[in-house]
């Protein structure tokens, strides 16, 4: 029986971050442009401003928490 999972190496992991960093890019640039687009005909926020706000905000938490966790200085072998 052939394996469905298996583990990825650099490469596959490397090219998978990218696709995922760029369907974010993408997904945040079009959900700016309708909220823009939606704000300027109607002078309200629409429904999917929270999820705009929310996905950046999980984001840039995530972005720095794991830069911390991983430039801590307790993992540090130069004493």
Known sequence: MKKVFIKADEMEMAVNYKAAR?????LEAALAVYCLIYCIKTGELPWVWPIFIGSGLVFWFTKIM????????????EE
């Open 66 to 77: 794991e830069t911390k966790r991983l430039t801590d200085s307790g993992d540090c072998d």
């Open 22 to 26: 760029n369907a974010f890019v993408f």
